[in-house]
């Protein structure tokens, strides 16, 4: 079982947040929004990456549907709720209602572990943000635990090949 010691642990070890103009910089690399296709942050932290993919959509007000082509995961409790409040206040100062807001914020931001819990299905053609950097060995006991039965060998070097491998 997953503690919030080892989540505070794992926060304090990985926790280096992308600022927004190197968000920028590469969304306009990979042509984002122009090229066709749904972009995923796998380790989403406060949400920077994915507020900066958002804001260069096309949104119609409340359109859900444009929204889901942005899907960040996150671990961390009160990361996730920093990032879900960050989208929701871009999405109602661009004219939403709270409620489609905070429902949207809540759907490009999940809550849980990407490697264990990520999606399933191949249906994203971006991959993008900041992966934590973490030798397998300074993982805190519970998700060395957890992870030694999911994880290959390759990846146990350090986390960010278990994310880079998972995309």
Same mark, same amino acid.
């Given at each position: 079982?997953? &503690?919030?010691?080892?989540?505070? %642990?794992?926060?304090? %070890?990985?926790?280096?947040?992308?600022?927004? !103009?190197?968000? @920028?910089?590469?969304?306009?690399?990979?042509?984002? $929004?122009?090229?066709?296709?749904?972009?995923? /942050? $796998?380790?989403?932290?406060?949400?920077?990456? =994915?507020?900066?993919?958002?804001?260069?959509? +096309?949104?119609?007000? @409340? @359109?859900?549907?444009?929204?889901?082509?942005?899907?960040?995961?996150?671990?961390? !409790? !009160?990361?996730?709720?920093?990032?879900?409040?960050?989208?929701?206040?871009?999405?109602?100062?661009?004219?939403? &209602?709270?409620?489609?807001? *905070?429902?949207?914020?809540?759907?490009?931001?999940?809550?849980? @572990?990407?490697?264990?819990?990520? $999606?399933?299905? !191949?249906?994203?053609?971006?991959?993008?943000? +900041?992966? $934590?950097? =973490?030798?397998?060995?300074?993982?805190? /006991?519970?998700?060395?635990?957890?992870? %030694?039965?999911?994880?290959?060998?390759?990846? *146990?070097? /350090?986390?960010?090949?278990?994310?880079?491998?998972?995309?």
């Amino acid at each position: 079982m997953i &503690t919030q010691k080892a989540l505070e %642990a794992l926060h304090h %070890a990985t926790a280096l947040y992308t600022v927004e !103009p190197v968000c @920028d910089t590469l969304l306009e690399r990979i042509g984002w $929004p122009s090229v066709s296709g749904k972009l995923i /942050d $796998p380790s989403a932290g406060d949400g920077m990456f =994915l507020l900066c993919a958002i804001a260069k959509l +096309n949104l119609e007000i @409340d @359109d859900l549907d444009t929204l889901s082509r942005v899907r960040g995961w996150e671990i961390y !409790p !009160p990361a996730v709720e920093s990032g879900r409040e960050r989208i929701a206040q871009h999405l109602i100062s661009r004219g939403w &209602t709270i409620g489609y807001a *905070r429902i949207g914020a809540r759907q490009v931001l999940s809550q849980g @572990d990407f490697l264990l819990e990520g $999606p399933t299905e !191949p249906e994203y053609r971006f991959v993008a943000g +900041n992966p $934590p950097y =973490l030798r397998f060995g300074r993982l805190p /006991d519970a998700f060395k635990d957890l992870y %030694a039965a999911s994880l290959c060998e390759a990846s *146990r070097g /350090d986390l960010q090949h278990a994310f880079l491998m998972r995309c």
